[in-house]
């Protein structure tokens, strides 16, 4: 029995919920709501330590580690294997995996808070920051989040490398742009691991109003893509199904208050 204990805006519980889909597996979800902090009650600690989503227990085995977890299910059911087997194909895999969980997942945070996070929070007055604020504890996403946060809500884009944040971001857009030059998915001809890591990133980007960033003619193999992405059978369940309806609306509406400041950064004509 697969059951993941995953929450509807967690870019790493929308890849493993994508690569479950893939791979055509049945699953039970238990639904954490990070937004109200039951990530971190001792029953869910006691599974994932470091208090974060996802979480996948098969049969009694518990596996984190969103990159870690798809490639459990790839070597644990063998079937339909979504890791290509050409070696070259899948080195290329492992380079965009790696990419997004060294790098766009740090800047997709950091870009999540100063788009659309920082609106929303500013709105709960002096008293809701606070709150919120405390709500971190020592040892969540890194040693300094709790501090991060703050200047993110407070600063905006103003805030210390916010620049370089959303230049690191748009720069893998561009590597996709010249991977996806002459093939329609990142590590080649078939739909892989590469293509579902890249998805949540590249979406939290469009949930934000951010599509300013590939459309227009600026990166049309990216737009082609992500049309491609979303018209396949695993998408729908694995990524609006879950969305709730008030973040989605929050990201949509603060991310278009925000476009003009980032499309600046960009130099993106508007």
């Not at 709501?33 to 470091?50: S, V």
């Not at 049969?59 to 798809?70: A, F, H, L, P, W």
């Not at 959303?166 to 093939?183: F, G, I, N, P, W």
Request: charged share 25%; glycine share 6%; aromatic share 10%.
């Amino acid at each position: 029995m697969l059951e993941l204990y995953h929450h509807g805006s967690s870019v790493c519980a929308a890849k493993v919920r994508l690569y479950l889909g893939e791979k055509g597996l049945d699953w039970t979800g238990h639904y954490i709501d990070i937004l109200k902090g039951e990530q971190f009650t001792p029953e869910y600690m006691k599974l994932n330590p470091k208090a974060v989503v996802p979480t996948l227990v098969h049969d009694g085995t518990v596996v984190r580690d969103s990159s870690n977890i798809c490639e459990y299910l790839d070597d644990v059911f063998p079937d339909r294997q979504v890791r290509p087997d050409d070696p070259v194909a899948r080195a290329e895999v492992r380079y965009w995996t790696k990419a997004v969980d060294e790098d766009l997942h740090p800047a997709c945070g950091a870009m999540t808070f100063m788009t659309s996070h920082r609106h929303t929070i500013r709105a709960l007055g002096e008293e809701g920051l606070k709150k919120f604020l405390d709500s971190t504890p020592p040892f969540s996403v890194t040693a300094d989040w709790h501090e991060q946060k703050k200047i993110f809500v407070r600063d905006g884009y103003d805030a210390p490398d916010a620049h370089k944040k959303v230049k690191l971001y748009d720069s893998y857009l561009q590597k996709m742009e010249t991977a996806l030059r002459d093939r329609n998915w990142l590590a080649g001809d078939d739909y892989t691991f590469a293509d579902i890591a890249m998805t949540p990133y590249v979406m939290r980007l469009d949930m934000m109003s951010m599509q300013g960033m590939w459309q227009g003619g600026r990166l049309p193999k990216v737009e082609a893509w992500l049309e491609q992405v979303k018209a396949r059978d695993n998408f729908q369940g694995a990524i609006w199904d879950w969305m709730p309806d008030e973040l989605t609306n929050q990201l949509a509406e603060n991310g278009a208050k925000s476009w003009p400041e980032v499309a600046e950064i960009l130099n993106i004509d508007q």
